[in-house]
């Protein structure tokens, strides 16, 4: 079948499984806990938070059913809560259809579609750059699927199990093993990330109604407000012009100039299990203002939303620990200021629900600790870089320039959402912004996010807590940004002043620029990006041979490729059993430095032309492989004398072969 149709149907059966296992569940949930005003909201609102809730609750109570019983039990346990809800769901559809809400969900659909899956021509394969994290993605969700909770690591054979933040993925393996032949764990993920953007609406809409910033305004004003925002990005643009202009080339990925912070569109398709995480966060403070802001809660009220918090605090950390690291700021500030204020009710259920929280994260936690080997400390201090000037001084001068334009940076990173956020603290006093406990929240949430993001580091691969904790500020600045150009506006259409306007075309010149280069990155002419999806021919052939192999070889049997290239994606996007090594990354699920390079140098050789037979079969019987893939780009495939041309292949293709090292004989 043809890859792009075969991705093209398995994305859309993921996201109408979405429905039974996210949506729906979340729809009961809600009716269940009654948070966030749930009962009494209108079919449309209803139905995003019904997403909010489902992201935001199911991957901590699923994770830890999946550990306990298995991803089947998990799939059942949300087709029942689906069932459970599915006759006022109904309901609330026999009203008239929302066609301009379809129209931009199939248009957010085929967005993702866009994003993440191949293009196949017949004779060649053309891959997304996102392929660069979706293989991690899809290699996870597998991991799940095949061996539960916690997952074996995807990237290295080893006893321990992966060290990483899996909820997100728990939720995709439940779609994946619901959706049979029909979805892999590429296009589970890419349906999840589909009801991520939804619930990422569902959260701005409870956040613009609980916090009272648009109390006057009509629905259609706030919705097209929102709308006008969602999709800009920075001024990162501006950087790739320059970049140009000095180096000749086009860099495919506008943030790599700056430390990221990334538009809601691109951060929803690369790593949406981070937005997931932001939202959870929000979710679980949202929980808990709602019922601060009531001077005589009910006590059923009031332990629904320490409940509803609790679980949103562990799926938040077992989403991301990055932007959980910006939730636990924030409610740290938050407990301090209400123990200031003297409400020691309100402290009491926030601290509650964060034992609570912690108390279901906790297996998790420990596994995320002891499984990560050798890889010193997680995280260090160092001021946020500031693109168009590193280089220019040494140390220390160089931390005292990036500290002072700290603000700055963020500035330019956030564009029209900064320029959004400082017209509504001139058009808004502090205490109407803060009348509300919500109100207040968006400003903790931004301070906390902001100082994390600014003095913090993760120093695992790259800067994850750095890039993706101001998730939480962005939340703030849009829902400030929105409130503002909702209170200047009169009736549906929404008024731009000079300085947002500009600033949004530049945004939004940033986040199609992004999306064009997903596709376009061959032509840019970077040599950083050469790797990707250099022979297109061999990477369709690669895509057929796995797919062959996951239906006529063990699912235990290792299968490995040579690990030589700067990062190695066939086995983790279309393969189904494990690999002793992927690549020079491996260590990302925890896997030691040391152990990583001593596995590649035994594996390589392998696939070079120098290597007899049984030097082939011995080392690759002591990596635990049982299998090897082989392509014409390897040295073992066209020399001479290669050990290759003596075995016979248990699959053969132009340029891809698959050969059982127990029939590699001398």
Not at 190 to 203: D, K, M, S, V
Not at 277 to 284: D, Q
Not at 478 to 485: D, F, H, P, R, Y
Not at 573 to 595: H, S
């Amino acid at each position: 079948m043809n890859g792009t149709l075969s991705d093209a149907c398995g994305v859309l059966v993921a996201t109408l499984l979405g429905v039974p296992l996210v949506l729906l569940p979340g729809y009961a949930l809600g009716t269940l806990t009654g948070i966030l005003g749930f009962r009494a909201l209108p079919p449309g609102p209803r139905f995003l938070c019904a997403a909010l809730l489902g992201i935001g609750l199911l991957p901590a109570l699923d994770s830890l059913l999946v550990q306990a019983a298995g991803v089947t039990a998990a799939a059942l346990a949300n087709g029942a809560l689906g069932v459970a809800a599915l006759r006022p769901a109904l309901r609330d559809l026999r009203g008239p259809l929302d066609r301009p809400a379809l129209a931009l969900g199939a248009l957010w659909l085929g967005a993702v579609a866009y994003a993440l899956i191949d293009i196949d021509t017949g004779t060649a394969l053309y891959q997304p750059i996102t392929i660069i994290d979706l293989v991690k993605h899809a290699a996870l969700t597998r991991a799940i699927v095949e061996s539960g909770l916690p997952p074996m690591d995807p990237f290295v054979a080893r006893p321990e199990p992966a060290s990483y933040y899996y909820f997100f993925y728990t939720l995709a393996a439940l779609v994946d093993r619901v959706g049979g032949r029909l979805v892999d764990g590429r296009t589970a993920f890419a349906g999840l990330t589909f009801w991520t953007g939804i619930a990422l609406l569902g959260l701005l809409d409870r956040l613009l109604a609980v916090s009272g910033l648009v109390r006057e305004a009509g629905p259609r004003r706030v919705r097209a407000a929102l709308l006008l925002l969602l999709p800009a990005g920075g001024l990162d643009i501006l950087l790739v012009a320059a970049d140009r202009a000095t180096s000749g080339t086009w860099l495919p990925i506008p943030e790599w100039l700056n430390e990221q912070v990334v538009n809601w569109p691109t951060s929803l398709v690369w790593v949406p299990h981070h937005v997931a995480g932001a939202l959870a966060g929000w979710l679980g403070l949202l929980a808990l203002a709602e019922v601060a802001d009531r001077v005589n809660p009910e006590r059923r009220a009031e332990a629904a939303a320490v409940a509803a918090a609790g679980v949103a605090f562990a799926s938040c950390a077992g989403l991301s620990v990055w932007v959980c690291l910006g939730v636990a700021g924030t409610a740290g500030i938050w407990l301090a200021l209400l123990g200031f204020e003297r409400r020691w009710r309100a402290a009491a259920r926030l601290g509650a629900a964060g034992l609570l929280g912690t108390v279901l994260a906790a297996p998790y936690l420990l596994g995320l600790l002891s499984s990560r080997a050798g890889s010193g400390p997680a995280i260090r201090l160092a001021v946020r870089p500031f693109g168009p000037l590193e280089g220019i001084a040494d140390e220390p001068v160089q931390s005292v320039l990036r500290t002072l334009l700290l603000p700055v940076n963020y500035a330019f990173a956030l564009g029209a959402l900064a320029a959004g956020a400082l017209l509504f603290w001139r058009l808004v006093p502090r205490r109407e912004a803060h009348a509300r406990e919500a109100g207040r929240l968006l400003t903790l949430c931004a301070v906390a996010s902001l100082l994390i993001g600014g003095f913090l580091r993760s120093a695992i691969l790259y800067n994850d807590l750095g890039w993706r904790v101001v998730l939480l500020a962005q939340v703030s600045a849009l829902v400030w940004s929105a409130s503002a150009l909702v209170r200047i506006s009169s009736g549906p259409r929404i008024r731009l002043p000079a300085p947002i306007g500009p600033l949004l075309l530049l945004g939004y010149a940033t986040t199609l620029y992004g999306f064009a280069g997903m596709r376009a990155y061959p032509a840019a002419g970077r040599a950083d990006f050469a790797f990707l999806n250099s022979r297109p021919g061999i990477d369709r052939d690669l895509r057929v041979a796995y797919a062959w192999a996951g239906t006529h070889l063990p699912p235990d049997l290792v299968l490995q490729a040579s690990p030589l290239a700067p990062r190695v994606f066939a086995f983790g996007l279309y393969g189904r059993q494990p690999v002793a090594v992927a690549d020079r990354k491996a260590q990302l699920f925890g896997a030691g430095p040391d152990r990583v390079a001593a596995r590649i140098a035994d594996v390589a050789p392998i696939f070079g032309a120098d290597l007899t037979a049984a030097d082939v079969r011995r080392r690759a019987a002591a990596a635990g492989i049982g299998a090897l893939v082989v392509t014409a780009l390897d040295a073992a495939w066209s020399g001479p004398d290669a050990w290759i041309s003596r075995v016979q292949p248990v699959y053969a293709g132009p340029r891809v072969r698959i050969l059982r090292v127990e029939d590699i004989h001398d």
